[in-house]
């Protein structure tokens, strides 16, 4: 017991020597600090230089805010919950960064095989009426909502916003309808 009063009273010594601008008080936090919290965040993440990053982000951060910083619990507990914090958000950027990249290659894939799928169409196997027709025919089999949607895209080139601002729906809502308008004339047009 008399040993965590006088670590809590060394820590606010300490902690008060920071506010106030100490460099050797600094110092002596980051030595007793640094090895703990690196071990902490490079088990937690699995990556050694990512984790000493975002340890010296959390130093940097207390000598940046030394004056505004106020702990109520222990220094030791202020430190690992920041650098847990910090783990957590690199981690949850990480994934985001991750399901992005995903969805760009998907979109990519889609792309070649949508260009590989248009050098097989020849326009000498239909003519530009049939093809017309075959869109109308399309168009006219969809859902109603879907082909209202579509309708005010692509023939009152209206943007996505402006058709959900006039019809009273999401954004979201007008992008799925699209979506399925085109996947329906996709099916309908690729040669299989």
């Known amino acids: 017991m008399m ?29 007793l600090y640094y090895k703990r919290l690196y071990l902490y965040s490079s088990h937690y993440l699995e990556d050694p230089n990512t984790a000493e990053d ?62 590989c799928h248009a050098t097989d169409f020849s326009f000498d196997e239909l003519d530009l009426a049939e093809v017309q027709s075959l869109i109308d025919r399309v168009i006219t089999g969809l859902p109603t909502r879907t082909q209202e949607v579509f309708l005010l895209s692509r023939q009152e080139g209206l943007s996505h916003v402006e058709i959900a601002d006039k019809l009273g729906v999401s954004v979201k809502a007008v992008e799925y309808h699209i979506t399925n308008a085109l996947k329906s004339l996709r099916s309908a047009l690729v040669p299989r």
Request: hydrophobic residues 40%; positive net charge.
């Open 54 to 115: 975002l340890v010296q982000e959390v130093f940097l951060y207390i000598w940046k805010n030394r004056s505004r910083i106020r702990i109520s619990s222990s220094l030791s507990g202020y430190l690992f919950a920041s650098i847990h914090h910090r783990c957590i958000e690199y981690l949850r950027k990480a994934r985001l960064m991750e399901s992005y990249r995903k969805d760009l290659e998907m979109k990519l894939k889609e792309a070649q095989i949508m260009l």
């Open 3 to 31: 040993y965590i009063c006088f670590m809590r009273h060394d820590e606010n010594t300490l902690l008060n020597q920071i506010r106030e601008g100490d460099r050797e008080g600094f110092r002596l936090l980051f030595d």
